[in-house]
T-cell receptor
Framework: KAGVTQTPRYLIKTRGQQVTLSCSPI?????VSWYQQTPGQGLQFLFE???????NKGNFPGRFSGRQFSNSRSEMNVSTLELGDSALYLC?????????????FGPGTRLLVL | QKEVEQDPGPLSVPEGAIVSLNCTYS??????FMWYRQYSRKGPELLMY????GNKEDGRFTAQVDKSSKYISLFIRDSQPSDSATYLC?????????????FGAGTRLAVHP
């Protein structure tokens, strides 16, 4: 079974631009979560989607948004990029998002904002 | 104060050593505890999963949770160079909503031959 895939793997943007990252979950998984990983703050939860609905959200500004499609694929968007948005963005999938389920992470998209 | 605290290390040990990795947490609502391993340029992968207090063993790895002291540990026996990675503890509160894991900072481990 193929794992979680994320595209692109690397991205360089400049301040003020916007960016869209993509995540394809494991086949059959309907819950997709997004995390931001930085050296200073570690891994922080952004949001979670299930059946095209956002069910949970972390403490990030409104510039960070996401969506999920009917095939469970998900995208996240960051508008008006800031230098501090440079990070590894990880997506994870699980069957339905329950606390006893394993979340499987993708390799991440490394975003550099100049 | 972060909800899950973890010493970032780095920790350097010789091959064959017993490694002890630790985290503390502050939220009494945390019920599920995990250890993830993350190799360089890869996403985290789940190593161990425990619910509430107690021990869980899987091969060379033992996870321990002490809810009375809010302490989480991972022990690695007979450590190997291939164990060199960052180890992240994480927790999920019972009522925290879907898939919202709270992670520690991660401890970077290097096992040298």
């Amino acid at each position: 079974k193929a794992g979680v895939t994320q595209t692109p793997r690397y991205l360089i943007k400049t301040r003020g631009q916007q960016v869209t990252l993509s995540c394809s979950p494991i086949s059959g998984h309907r819950s997709v979560s997004w995390y931001q990983q930085t050296p200073g703050q570690g891994l922080q939860f952004l949001f979670e989607y299930f059946s095209e609905t956002q069910r949970n959200k972390g403490n990030f500004p409104g510039r960070f948004s996401g969506r999920q499609f009917s095939n469970s694929r998900s995208e996240m968007n960051v508008s008006t990029l800031e230098l501090g948005d440079s990070a590894l963005y990880l997506c994870a999938s699980s069957l339905s998002g329950g606390p006893q389920e394993t979340q499987y992470f993708g390799p991440g998209t490394r975003l550099l904002v100049l | 104060q972060k909800e899950v605290e973890q010493d970032p290390g780095p920790l350097s040990v010789p091959e064959g050593a017993i490694v002890s990795l630790n985290c503390t947490y502050s939220n009494s609502a945390f019920q599920y505890f995990m250890w993830y391993r993350q190799y360089s340029r890869k996403g985290p992968e789940l190593l161990m999963y425990t619910y509430s207090s107690g021990n869980k063993e899987d091969g060379r790895f033992t996870a321990q949770v002490d809810k009375s002291s809010k302490y989480i540990s991972l022990f690695i026996r007979d450590s190997q160079p291939s164990d060199s990675a960052t180890y992240l503890c994480a927790s999920h509160p019972l009522s925290g909503g879907y898939n919202k894991l709270i992670f520690g900072a991660g401890t970077r481990l290097a096992v040298h031959p």
